[in-house]
């Protein structure tokens, strides 16, 4: 039983570049999170979806856009890479219970 | 005022010791809270919920949820090395669909 899948695991980027990180779930469940962790600041929301065809800004959201490719999957886009994505980011599913999550995207922007 | 706040510690424990870890939030309508356990480059994992005030006691574990007073901690018995985490503190609030606010994380040292 996987759970929740981010790929990939690391990621070294130059500022101006894009990528998108990918999050999948097998537990059939219809939110889905990103957020990012910086030292002291704990788990910030970037965008959640509630359910699939639907998404929200959440705390953080500039710089970013998500889509809500199916119920499994939600990716995270970065289109123009700055120094200060650089984090460690975690995508997260749930329905009314508790929030799972993936083992995280290690990102760094140089 | 943050949504969730927490001590951020460091807390120090010896081994065998009881390690309490407080949090409290400001919305008083949050209905479901949770611990999470974060060990350093690692994701956060689920330890306990609590969804109604009392305690709830899992193993060495026990949360205890005051609503009239905005607490929830988090009590762990016999503390082991391994017990050595951030612990986070998480909040669902009345509205929001299912998110949750997290606290900033209590870090936990055990001493052997």
């Known amino acids: 039983n996987a759970g929740v899948t981010q790929t990939p695991k690391f990621q070294v980027l130059k500022t101006g570049q894009s990528m998108t990180l990918q999050c999948a779930q097998d537990m059939n469940h219809n939110s889905m999170y990103w957020y990012r962790q910086d030292p002291g600041m704990g788990l910030r929301l970037i965008y959640y979806?509630?359910?699939?065809?639907?998404?929200d800004k959440g705390e953080v959201p500039n710089g970013y856009n998500v889509s809500r490719l199916n119920k499994r999957e939600f990716s995270l886009r970065l289109e123009s890479a700055a120094p200060s994505q650089t984090s460690v980011y975690f995508c997260a599913s749930s329905d009314m219970g508790p929030q799972h999550f993936g083992d995280g995207t290690r990102l760094s922007i140089l | 005022q943050k949504e969730v706040e927490q001590n951020s510690g460091p807390l120090s424990v010896p081994e065998g010791a009881i390690a309490s870890l407080n949090c409290t939030y400001s919305?008083?309508?949050?209905?479901?809270f949770f611990w999470y356990r974060q060990y350093s480059g690692k994701s956060p994992e689920l330890i306990m919920f609590i969804y109604s005030n009392g305690d709830k006691e899992d193993g060495r574990f026990t949360a205890q949820l005051n609503k009239a007073s905005q607490y929830v901690s988090l009590l762990i018995r016999d503390s082991q090395p391994s017990d050595s985490a951030t612990y986070l503190c998480a909040v669902r609030p009345l509205t929001g669909a299912n998110n949750l606010f997290f606290g900033t994380g209590t870090r936990l040292t055990v001493i052997p």
């Open positions: 919305d008083r309508g949050s209905q479901s």
């Open positions: 979806s509630a359910s699939e065809g639907t998404t």
